[in-house]
């Protein structure tokens, strides 16, 4: 196994092989894969273990910096190149890997209540509560939803976990855990480091237990402001600034009234964010240890043969595209994450798949693969992908999000196909992407009466999808 977590990234030549590689994927389009038969192959060594790694964060186009990840998942699995989250915001896409739900379902919107927050995410019925209903040993290691704190909820720790060390102050250095319900501090020691800690603890709970284990792994890495440990915190200094040309936008005129507000950036700024993507990097390093560490502590125990391990981010991040940096929008850097799906059963070596994936995949995958039935999700099982036998696949899917009580962007949905992108926002305001041309969407085409049929088309799948809308959104058509 490779242990070389400070590896530099992998160079332009290696990042044009594999970006050739995944253009040779076949793209297939079509309906909702209807949710699968458990798979006598895949159950064959019996209840196989689930691990989820979930990052914070992180951009898709990022793992060709954690060379632990591509030589123990990704040379093993399968990555997944067109990969996306339904509301691009930590607390509901949190909500929706739980449960498979939408948040139209989940009713979990945005960080902070109404709507949206810890408090409002219903937690008697996920992901865990259901597989220790089965018989597995459960834990949960890292940050769970925005608003968590014991204080609210004395001792409180949600139903399903075994063994609970969740952040009820995030951070990189001094943090503080809830373990089993009792308060732990931690300082700004070299040994506090969260994602160090964390990944310990894991692999603790790993070799505690002979019964099968599924272990949440969600460390505070790679979010601002991305805190390397010490080990890696020189690292990607020569890192070349990330200019593509949509960094920026000179012209804004064809975007919505709410990003055409949007200030060019200032050289503080920009010195600001380029900083900050060097140290994403960096923080990534410790990740990328740490998934090494859980990989041998799952070899180690006999299970690594039999276990399912997902690696992938809550949401993306802008880096100054659209004059953009941060998250909540249906921007194609807030929504696309990195995949990496390993279970040997089904995946033997490296293979690429770009068909699109949901965070709303991962909770229907699992409950295949683990056996449970009769579960209400709106995603897709991945294991037809996962096996090579899908014969159908989704050609569109919904983004969603609701407007903060003071925020610039309005509430809005959108739908995203293969080719296109049609969002509406609340302030009646519309973007159109044709993304085969316009992979950067530098041009939306929302007026174009050439693309009339396409927008009108859309529109009747929005409406579909879209149901029920964010609280506030009216949909005119």
Not at 91 to 114: A, D, F, I, K, M
Not at 140 to 150: A, P, S, T, W
Not at 445 to 450: C, H, K, T, Y
Request: charge should be negative; hydrophobic fraction near 40%.
């Amino acid at each position: 196994m490779s242990s070389n977590g400070s590896a530099r990234p992998a160079g332009a030549v290696q990042r044009r092989a594999l970006r050739g590689l995944a253009a040779v994927a076949a793209a297939v389009s079509a309906l909702l894969v209807p949710f699968p038969q458990p798979s006598s192959e895949a159950l064959a060594l019996g209840p196989p273990s689930v691990v989820v790694i979930l990052t914070d964060d992180q951009r898709w186009d990022t793992l060709h910096a954690m060379p632990i990840v591509r030589s123990e998942l990704a040379e093993h699995g399968m990555t997944f190149q067109n990969a996306f989250v339904t509301n691009p915001l930590c607390c509901p896409s949190r909500s929706s890997l739980l449960t498979g739900l939408y948040s139209h379902s989940t009713g979990v919107w945005r960080n902070e209540p109404p709507f949206g927050g810890w408090s409002s995410f219903e937690d008697s019925s996920t992901v865990a509560t259901q597989l220790q209903a089965v018989g597995y040993r459960t834990g949960f290691f890292g940050k769970y939803m925005n608003g968590y704190k014991v204080g609210a909820r004395a001792g409180y720790v949600p139903p399903g976990w075994d063994r609970w060390m969740a952040f009820s102050r995030s951070g990189y250095y001094d943090y503080q855990l809830s373990v089993d319900g009792t308060l732990q501090a931690h300082g700004s020691d070299p040994e506090d480091y969260s994602t160090k800690v964390l990944a310990s603890e894991v692999t603790t709970f790993i070799g505690s237990t002979t019964d099968p284990v599924f272990v949440y792994y969600s460390p505070y890495a790679p979010h601002n402001p991305a805190t390397p440990s010490r080990a890696h915190a020189k690292e990607f200094a020569g890192l070349d600034p990330w200019r593509p040309k949509s960094y920026g936008e000179p012209d804004m005129s064809d975007k919505p009234a709410w990003a055409q507000t949007l200030p060019r950036w200032k050289e503080v700024k920009i010195a600001e964010k380029d900083a900050l993507r060097v140290d994403q990097y960096r923080a990534l390093q410790s990740v990328d240890d740490a998934v090494g560490k859980i990989v041998q502590a799952l070899s180690d125990t006999g299970r690594l043969d039999n276990t399912l391990i997902v690696f992938m981010s809550d949401n993306g991040l802008s880096w100054g595209e659209h004059r953009w940096g941060a998250k909540r929008v249906a921007f194609e850097e807030s929504i696309r994450i990195p995949m990496v799906i390993r279970f040997d059963p089904l995946t033997v070596a490296l293979s690429l798949e770009e068909r699109m994936v949901l965070g709303v995949d991962i909770a229907p995958t699992i409950f295949e693969l683990t056996g449970i039935t009769g579960a209400t999700v709106d995603g897709s099982s991945l294991v037809p992908l996962l096996s090579g036998t899908a014969e159908t696949w989704r050609d569109a899917f919904l983004i969603e999000h609701m407007q903060k009580e003071v925020d610039r962007i309005p509430t809005f949905c959108a739908v995203r196909t293969d080719r296109y992108k049609y969002v509406y926002y609340g302030d009646g305001t519309e973007e159109l992407y044709d993304l085969a041309v316009d992979p950067l969407e530098r041009w939306s085409r929302a007026s174009d009466p050439s693309l009339a049929s396409v927008k009108a088309d859309l529109q009747i799948r929005l409406t579909s999808l879209c149901s029920p809308p964010p609280p506030g959104l009216v949909l005119p058509w």
